[in-house]
């Protein structure tokens, strides 16, 4: 599997109102942290996420999160 484009090394904390989202797990999407179809090719696949309610979401910015989408902090490692 190919290794994802670091986009940023913190998230995207967004006010996400209730909804499916297609987040970008590639790094290549020009509509980040969301999907917008560049991955084709690379391998990797967007990771769909139901978030419940509206609410303040941290998206994860890295691409390497272990709780993808959502941030958990390893990007302070990289």
Do not use: R
């Amino acid at each position: 599997m190919a290794e994802p484009k670091i986009i940023q090394k913190k998230p995207y904390v967004l006010d996400t109102v209730k909804g499916n989202y297609a987040w970008c797990a590639c790094g290549h999407s020009g509509n980040q942290p969301f999907c917008d179809g560049s991955h084709k090719g690379s391998g990797i696949s967007p990771l769909l996420a139901q978030i419940e309610e509206d609410k303040k979401v941290a998206w994860c910015g890295c691409k390497h999160s272990g709780n993808q989408p959502f941030c958990d902090g390893v990007h302070s490692k990289l």
